[in-house]
């Protein structure tokens, strides 16, 4: 059922920004449709680095088309240093809150616009850093630990609601534990 | 907003004649039936009636009959039971697209060192009798239980049970079948295919919440679920539900009643949706074996949408329906069904279930017909996937 806010139901049915930008300066894009949701997200930039415009093509779930839109209206405006330090929260917080079980789709938008600034610039992209631990949705260690730092996670169950890993088979969730668990003893 | 409600597979209304004789006995009606006095006493009186009823909808003895609180106490009542008579026995025959009551007390019983089969559909639905025949011919002696649904809750395919629970009986292997989706929307006869048990759900068939039954085949030395009191002959203890019985029974009478409009005006209904859905949304697709498929359910896959999108603009227009898709459900896959029927991620999670009672009408469906169209159009202009 609707367990979303009136801000996050209004993104869903009213999306700012939606649709494809011809002439766009950078492209992101994230997620697959095996995964159930992907963004590509559009960035016009300025000569002096600042975005002027922003636009997206998403599919998934009611709060993946919300954040995807909160992300579009944050980022107008911004430089593309400002915005590479945007968060996953930043997006959730611009909506008021997203359910717990549904944070992934703004890590999704956090991912998006990293990989459209970092195209941009020219960084060149590599396979992803760190040893594959969720198969069904490839995330590796080295994203498990950083998104559990940033966020304070708790549990492998957090894991799984912030970048899905172990939400699939669920073979990975004993090793997710581990990393939870090494990384709440240094804490 | 008017409420159009296609999502009969999830829970019905109750009818309005199950309520009717429900009410008395929540108020001055109140009798223990166990009680030795005359009040009580014909409160029983009236579960029997509903005993009888629940029995000829599937062509039953009254006394096979054990009511329960819902189908999933009824499913895991009856794997426990056959584990507890044949304590030698470890493993379970099971398929990959049961409901999580058998589905995951299956895979308990796994860690707990049970040896389950959970055998595989092909594309359309349809099971893999040839791989449970090749178990039974050579291992009949380890199996302690074939519990298989008769109809698919999520694609509404129908499995062949009849057929397997001879061959397991021929085998002396207890069969069960979970036909919570079946009872009310197909003939159902217990005697012809000589089944086990076999579990219904009160608010499947228009009853309410809370209340099922289990048959158990006379002879069986049924070992109770839930220990206790005497009640239901020592196969289920706790006082009975009794008013939720006897709407059980009431609406098990008008299922029986109502059969034939399932068979045909609701078919084609169905039929009427499936169609004009197909022919005016370009790629989209059926999920499961058109043919063998109970009349009510239609499952059907819009590429490259996501069902919890489309279920919550469908609210929009008070449309009530399913999603196949993850992100209802707090897991991210797809259905297990349709992943075992490997349907393509593509329309696996652009899947919306409709399933259709008696209560549906034509009208209902033209307004679904027209409302479909533009809000999965709606959903496609945004998506990355979609190739004008």
């Known amino acids: 059922m609707w367990e979303y806010n009136d801000k996050v139901k209004d993104h869903f049915l009213n999306p700012r920004n939606a649709g494809e930008m011809k002439d766009a300066?950078?492209?992101?894009?994230?997620?697959?449709?095996?995964?159930?949701?992907?963004?590509?997200?559009?960035?016009?930039?300025?000569?002096?680095?600042?975005?002027?415009?922003?636009?997206?093509?998403?599919?998934?779930?009611?709060?993946?088309?919300?954040?995807?839109?909160?992300?579009?209206?944050?980022?107008?405006?911004?430089?593309?240093?400002?915005?590479?330090?945007?968060?996953?929260?930043?997006?959730?917080?611009?909506?008021?809150?997203?359910?717990?079980?549904?944070?992934?789709?703004?890590?999704?938008?956090?991912?998006?616009?990293r990989k459209a600034i970092r195209s941009y610039k020219g960084i060149e992209i590599l396979a992803k850093p760190g040893n594959t631990i969720c198969e069904c949705f490839g995330v590796t260690d080295l994203e498990i630990i950083e998104t559990v730092k940033q966020n304070n996670l708790k549990s492998a169950e957090d894991v799984t609601f912030y970048v899905k890993a172990g939400g699939g088979c669920g073979k990975c969730v004993q090793q997710i534990e581990k990393i939870v668990e090494s990384i709440l003893a240094q804490a | 907003m008017n409420i159009v409600y296609t999502d009969n597979n999830a829970t019905t209304k109750v009818a309005p004649e199950v309520l009717e004789e429900m009410m008395p006995y929540f108020s001055e009606l109140y009798g223990n039936p166990s009680s030795m006095h005359s009040f009580g006493g014909n409160v029983g009186g009236k579960i029997q009636e509903a005993r009888e009823r629940v029995a000829r909808l599937i062509n039953a003895n009254p006394s096979e009959i054990v009511f329960t609180s819902c189908g999933t106490e009824s499913d895991n009542a009856a794997i426990m039971a056959a584990l507890e008579l044949n304590p030698a026995k470890k493993h379970i025959i099971t398929s990959a697209v049961e409901h999580p009551a058998i589905k995951n007390l299956c895979s308990y019983l796994e860690k707990k060192g049970y040896h389950i089969t959970f055998v595989p559909v092909d594309r359309e639905g349809h099971l893999n009798t040839e791989l449970i025949y090749d178990i039974i011919e050579k291992?009949?002696?380890?199996?302690?239980?074939?519990?298989?649904?008769?109809?698919?809750?999520?694609?509404?395919?129908?499995?062949?049970?009849?057929?397997?629970?001879?061959?397991?009986?021929?085998?002396?292997?207890?069969?069960?079948?979970?036909?919570?989706?079946?009872?009310?929307?197909?003939?159902?006869?217990?005697?012809?295919?000589?089944?086990?048990?076999?579990?219904?759900?009160?608010?499947?068939?228009?009853?309410?919440?809370?209340?099922?039954?289990?048959y158990v085949r006379q002879g069986i030395k049924f070992p109770p679920f839930l220990k206790g009191g005497h009640q239901e002959k020592g196969r289920r203890a706790g006082t009975e539900n009794t008013a939720s019985i006897i709407g059980l029974g009431k609406a098990s009478e008008l299922a029986k009643v109502h059969l034939n409009e399932?068979?045909?005006?609701?078919?084609?209904?169905?039929?009427?949706?499936?169609?004009?859905?197909?022919?005016?949304?370009?790629?989209?697709?059926?999920?499961?074996?058109?043919?063998?498929?109970?009349?009510?359910?239609l499952s059907i896959g819009f590429d490259a949408v996501e069902g919890e999108s489309i279920l919550l603009l469908m609210d929009q227009s008070g449309i009530c329906a399913s999603s196949g898709s993850a992100c209802t459900s707090g897991s991210l896959d797809p259905s297990h069904v349709l992943m075992a029927m490997k349907v393509p991620f593509e329309s696996a999670h652009g899947t919306i279930r409709f399933s259709l009672s008696t209560y549906n009408t034509k009208e209902e469906m033209s307004y679904i017909i027209k409302a479909m169209p533009p809000i999965i159009k709606r959903l496609r202009d945004i998506s990355p996937f979609w190739k004008k």
Not at chain 1, 50 to 66: E, K, N, P, Q, Y
Request: aromatic residues 4%; glycine residues 8%.
């Open chain 2, 139 to 214: 291992k009949a002696d380890d199996i302690a239980v074939i519990s298989l649904m008769w109809a698919n809750n999520e694609t509404g395919v129908i499995f062949p049970v009849e057929e397997v629970a001879r061959k397991a009986a021929e085998k002396g292997i207890l069969f069960h079948t979970d036909a919570v989706q079946a009872v009310g929307k197909i003939p159902i006869d217990v005697k012809a295919a000589d089944i086990a048990m076999l579990s219904l759900s009160g608010h499947k068939i228009h009853a309410p919440k809370g209340i099922g039954a289990l």
């Open chain 1, 25 to 113: 300066d950078a492209v992101g894009e994230t997620g697959s449709l095996s995964c159930g949701d992907a963004l590509k997200l559009f960035l016009k930039i300025n000569k002096s680095g600042r975005i002027v415009d922003a636009s997206f093509m998403t599919f998934g779930c009611a709060s993946a088309v919300a954040s995807s839109s909160a992300l579009t209206e944050i980022v107008k405006g911004m430089t593309l240093d400002d915005a590479e330090k945007l968060t996953n929260d930043d997006i959730a917080d611009y909506l008021g809150g997203l359910p717990k079980e549904k944070m992934h789709c703004s890590v999704m938008g956090q991912d998006a616009l």
């Open chain 2, 262 to 297: 399932m068979d045909t005006r609701i078919r084609g209904l169905r039929d009427y949706l499936e169609v004009e859905l197909l022919a005016k949304i370009p790629a989209s697709s059926v999920n499961g074996d058109k043919k063998n498929r109970l009349p009510n359910t």
